[in-house]
């Protein structure tokens, strides 16, 4: 089933978070494919937030992110990046809408400082 034309509603927001989150537990090897998966999971997070405005917002961010595989690899070579994915879910998945908004914040953070310092190192 794709996901890029479709409407939240179509899904189980918890079955595509598991899934998204499980893919990303065992990254592929080819980069490409790696950095659709971690968009993959970022759209599950947006779709579970069941707000159409920021769907759009994200459909059009995810494009680009889709095909930046930089950001990607930068992410993933940081240590705890899956964890801070992790927590976000976990806190879906408790309905836990505080621990998710600061688990995500923290992950904002984290990839903020990652992409300053890499732009100080250039």
Do not use: C, Y
């Not at 968009?39 to 992110?65: D, E, K, Y």
């Amino acid at each position: 089933m794709k996901t890029d034309s479709a409407h939240p509603e179509d899904f189980a927001p918890e079955a595509i978070l598991d899934q998204a989150l499980a893919t990303l537990r065992h990254p592929a090897t080819d980069a490409h494919v790696r950095q659709r998966e971690h968009v993959a999971l970022h759209m599950a997070i947006v779709l579970a937030a069941n707000n159409r405005f920021f769907t759009r917002l994200w459909s059009s961010f995810a494009t680009f992110m889709r095909e930046s595989p930089l950001v990607a690899e930068r992410t993933r070579a940081r240590e705890g990046t899956f964890a801070l994915h992790e927590a976000v879910v976990e806190a879906i998945r408790r309905g836990d809408a505080v621990a998710a908004e600061a688990a995500m914040r923290r992950h904002m953070q984290d990839t903020a400082a990652m992409l300053d310092d890499d732009a100080t190192a250039s």
